[in-house]
């Protein structure tokens, strides 16, 4: 697309008023669909508590102990699969045509996109305070001070956001929406599996422990649980940071290219 | 003069396929203009590129004086578009969608909710405002995407078939409520399949295919290009054919066509309703009992069969989107 297309006719504080507008739009269905509700606040304690009562004795010896090693890895999981909500979102809305109102009215070229992933932050804040909130009822306890207990909530929201831009790429790409989650279940599942999120790597065959020790999900989660439980992890959350930042600038402008191109 | 929406030469090619090929057209302010033609030949494609959503490979393309090529926030600023898809968010309510939208536009709250009210009201979907979309009908889904495209009040609208798909009954709707904003002076581009549909609604018609203009003019025009209405006849034998040719020639206004084989006699007539009183009095008259009398009038596939001598079904290419 040529610059005419997204001519700065708009300016920078009226494209925020109208991200802010479309992001307020994606939280107000959350009212009339509580499917949605289901998505991204059941579905994370399900998790939770599942792993927890269900593999926590077998794999730590008892629940407190796995819940200690498990939470920072459940929530990175859960993070990571709620990107995936960015990319279907925004491929239900190409799909129904909503784009094409959005474009035709005169806003911020990028407003429909930067609505979508404000509000998805917003939502990821929300689970993340959720399941967070849900593993201290359980047991789970910071041992960290509150300075790095925020440090490591507000990691995960950066990484996430590093990684949504991946979602927004396949969102574009896909057909439909239906696409976007099978991307989920072939990449992101495996991802999250083939780290140290839910279980100590130790018992992995040696070419699994390799992968496990560089993918990114693992380095995160060691980032979360040096940041609330043992102290540290300064190394990993910088190592974490640089992937959001590699992931950014990779993706960041494969996404936006496909935006421009697809609306 | 510049007429409001005036485009020149749009070429828009996807691969192998010239979706448009050389397109003009030109609407005068307070005018609509139908843009009448079959799936794939190009419709969808010249509504997306007048309201600059696409751009085309070449041609040139003005609304009200503003180049769509070069300002198309401008443009933006001066258009309503309603889609194909009713472009709705099937997880707002009525109320919702219309007060984003104004939203979108600066109004403050209190300007966007009354808009919005005003809107639902006009078309006749209070009840349904705190709904969510998704409990919409069709009919309830395409009032509400055209309410939305004209929150802002629009000077110019364009329309993308705004009755496919939608039972006999809600597409009246949509024709008074479309023939309301014409009266207020609103300058409207509208495509459609349906040519009865141009005829109701358009000053001017162009009919496209393949991605160019085949014909053009006033509905009028174009029923007498393609031959109007006109009268069929289906008798019981081949005895009457002769008398009953006489008096449908009476009738009509041309020479009747007869086919001796199905015992058929048609005849081009100007107005349909008066012709066919006129030669049931006189085929009783004459004691001629038909076995069927009917006023045929013409569909897109006649205008095309007329045009191109291909009909509408021939086509295997689909509109690309």
Same mark, same amino acid.
């Given at each position: ?5 997204? =001519? ?35 579905? $994370? ?14 794999? =730590? ?10 939470? $920072? ?179 960041? $402008? ?10 | ?61 003005? !609304? ?51 808009? %919005? ?15 969510? !979309? ?12 055209? %309410? ?7 000077? !110019? ?55 160019? %203009? ?52 048609? !005849?081009?007539?100007?107005?349909? %309703? ?48």
């Amino acid at each position: 697309m040529t610059a005419a297309t997204f =001519s700065p006719r708009v300016s920078p504080i009226a494209g925020l008023r109208h991200s802010m507008t479309l992001a307020w739009r994606t939280l107000v269905q959350i009212k009339h669909n509580p499917a949605e509700l289901i998505d991204f606040s059941i579905q $994370p304690i399900m998790f939770l508590v599942l792993f927890t009562y269900v593999f926590g004795g077998a794999i =730590s010896g008892n629940t407190g102990d796995y819940l200690t090693f498990a939470l $920072p890895g459940i929530i990175v999981q859960n993070a990571l699969f709620a990107t995936l909500n960015t990319g279907m979102g925004l491929s239900t809305d190409l799909q129904k045509g909503v784009f094409d109102r959005l474009r035709s009215l005169p806003i911020a070229r990028f407003a429909p996109l930067a609505g979508r992933i404000v509000s998805d932050i917003v939502k990821q804040s929300w689970a993340l305070a959720l399941l967070l909130g849900l593993g201290v009822v359980l047991g789970f306890r910071i041992g960290t001070d509150v300075p790095s207990a925020i440090s490591g909530y507000l990691l995960v929201l950066v990484c996430s956001l590093g990684f949504s831009w991946l979602a927004v790429l396949v969102g574009m790409l896909a057909a439909n929406p239906e696409k976007v989650q099978i991307f989920g279940f072939v990449v992101m599942f495996p991802l999250t599996f083939t780290s140290n999120a839910f279980v100590p790597t130790a018992t992995m065959p040696g070419w699994l422990q390799a992968w496990a020790k560089v993918n990114p999900v693992t380095i995160l989660a060691d980032a979360v649980r040096g940041l609330w439980v043992t102290g540290g992890g300064s190394g990993p959350a910088l190592q974490s940071l640089l992937w959001a930042a590699a992931l950014t600038a990779v993706f960041a $402008p494969l996404a936006v290219r496909a935006f421009k191109r697809r609306t | 003069m510049t007429a409001t929406i005036q485009a020149e030469g749009i070429v828009k090619t996807y691969g192998q396929l010239r979706a448009l090929d050389g397109l003009d057209l030109s609407v005068p302010e307070g005018t609509v203009l139908g843009l009448l033609g079959p799936n794939g030949a190009g419709k969808t494609t010249a509504v997306r590129i007048l309201t600059t959503l696409l751009r085309p490979d070449s041609g040139s393309l003005t !609304v009200k004086g503003i180049d769509v090529l070069k300002h198309p926030d401008d443009v933006r600023r001066i258009i309503g578009l309603s889609g194909q898809y009713a472009a709705v968010d099937e997880y707002l309510t009525g109320y919702e969608n219309l007060e984003m939208i104004g939203r979108l536009y600066h109004m403050s709250k209190r300007q966007a909710r009354e808009r %919005a009210n005003e809107l639902l009201e006009r078309f006749t979907l209070t009840d349904a405002a705190s709904r969510p !979309v998704k409990t919409y009908s069709g009919g309830m889904r395409r009032r509400l995407d055209l %309410a939305g495209a004209l929150v802002a009040a629009p000077p !110019v609208i364009f329309m993308d078939e705004p009755t496919t798909g939608l039972d006999p009954r809600s597409r009246l709707g949509m024709w008074d409520v479309i023939t309301e904003r014409v009266r207020e002076g609103t300058t409207l581009l509208l495509t459609t399949q349906y040519l009865e549909e141009a005829d109701q609604l358009a000053d001017n018609i162009i009919v496209i295919d393949h991605g160019r %203009a085949i014909a053009e003019g006033t509905p009028d025009e174009l029923k007498r290009k393609v031959g109007g209405e006109r009268l069929e006849l289906t008798l019981r034998g081949e005895a009457e054919v002769a008398t009953a040719a006489a008096i449908m020639r009476g009738v009509g206004t041309g020479e009747p066509t007869v086919d001796s084989e199905t015992h058929q006699v048609h !005849v081009p007539v100007t107005r349909g %309703a008066p012709a066919l009183i006129a030669a049931i009095r006189e085929l009783d008259a004459a004691g001629i009992e038909p076995v069927d009398i009917a006023v045929h009038r013409p569909t897109l596939d006649d205008v095309f069969m007329r045009l191109t001598g291909h009909s509408t079904e021939d086509k295997t290419t689909e509109e690309q989107k």
